[in-house]
Nanobody, 122 residues
Framework: QLQASGGGLVQAGGSLRLSCAAS????????VGWFRQAPGKEREFVGA????????DYSDSVKGRFTITRDNGKNTVSLQMTGLKAEDTALYYC?????????????????WGQGTQVTVSS
């Protein structure tokens, strides 16, 4: 139902744009979050965009470098990543919740995509 795409291998300092697409659901009705998980580490909140006013929230580690936007016409949510660092290397997931409030807790999200790998070489 959710599919994240756009991952790849990039050099440190580079940029990538991830996309989260939904089938069978209208993403504009959902708060969408991005999370990441590196090997041996817990799933980490990256950022989220609310369903009502498009309010965003970012973790301190990505604030100022990552931007989340919606394209309601395409039924997608994008994560634009710039200034990538080696520590950004992880499997990135998008998730959705039927609640207009932002949340950093993975368990508060009802639907998850399969993840897309981002690898940043230093």
């Amino acid at each position: 139902q959710l599919q994240a795409s756009g991952g790849g291998l990039v050099q440190a300092g580079g940029s990538l744009r991830l996309s989260c697409a939904a089938s069978g659901r209208i993403l504009s009705s959902y708060t969408v979050g991005w999370f990441r998980q590196a090997p041996g580490k817990e799933r980490e909140f990256v950022g989220a965009i609310s369903s009502n006013f498009g309010t965003t929230d970012y973790s301190d580690s990505v604030k100022g470098r990552f931007t989340i936007t919606r394209d309601n016409g395409k039924n997608t949510v994008s994560l634009q990543m710039t200034g990538l660092k080696a520590e950004d290397t992880a499997l990135y997931y998008c998730a959705a919740r039927l609640n207009n409030q932002l949340s950093r807790r993975p368990l508060s999200y009802n639907y998850w995509g399969q993840g897309t790998q981002v690898t940043v070489s230093s």
